[in-house]
């Protein structure tokens, strides 16, 4: 009876442990998932007679760069910069789990040395007189 609530236990702990740590390989796929991006946002630059007239706004070199966005292409381009906002989250959470691998390899096990706390009144030094 021991053993089979053992065997629960430890199974219980391993899944969650490896359902709640990202994988990289899952995060790699998900960001090979994403075929198209663009950095920037889609603004609109002023009212016209026909509707909006928009442009997409971002960075390039540096510097900051504005394109001319026809209205049928709208929809797409938005999506477009919504990939790159989510691909660079990804790349975040990829760089953040390998970090932590890093650490942990490197650390093998060894406890975080603590400090004793500091005073938050300053020390005087004893003169010797």
């Given at each position: 009876?021991?053993?089979a609530?053992?065997?629960?236990l430890?199974?219980?702990?391993?899944?969650?442990?490896?359902?709640?740590?990202?994988?990289?390989?899952?995060?790699?796929?998900?960001?090979?998932?994403?075929?198209?991006?663009?950095p920037?946002?889609?603004c609109?630059?002023?009212?016209?007679?026909?509707g909006?007239?928009?442009n997409?706004?971002?960075?390039?070199?540096?510097?900051?760069?504005s394109?001319?966005?026809?209205?049928?292409?709208?929809?797409?381009?938005?999506?477009?910069?919504?990939?790159?906002?989510?691909?660079?989250?990804?790349?975040?959470?990829?760089?953040?789990?390998?970090i932590?691998?890093?650490?942990?390899?490197?650390?093998g096990?060894?406890?975080?040395?603590?400090?004793?706390?500091?005073?938050?009144?300053?020390?005087?030094?004893k003169?010797?007189s």
């Amino acid at each position: 009876m021991k053993t089979a609530f053992f065997i629960v236990l430890l199974y219980t702990y391993v899944y969650s442990f490896f359902m709640n740590e990202p994988n990289p390989s899952q995060i790699l796929q998900q960001i090979a998932q994403i075929q198209r991006m663009e950095p920037g946002k889609v603004c609109v630059m002023g009212q016209g007679p026909n509707g909006p007239y928009y442009n997409l706004q971002c960075r390039e070199n540096g510097k900051a760069a504005s394109r001319y966005v026809p209205a049928d292409q709208v929809e797409v381009i938005t999506q477009h910069t919504e990939n790159y906002k989510k691909f660079e989250g990804l790349v975040a959470e990829y760089a953040d789990v390998i970090i932590a691998q890093t650490r942990d390899e490197r650390m093998g096990g060894v406890k975080k040395k603590t400090r004793p706390p500091k005073f938050s009144s300053p020390r005087t030094r004893k003169s010797k007189s």
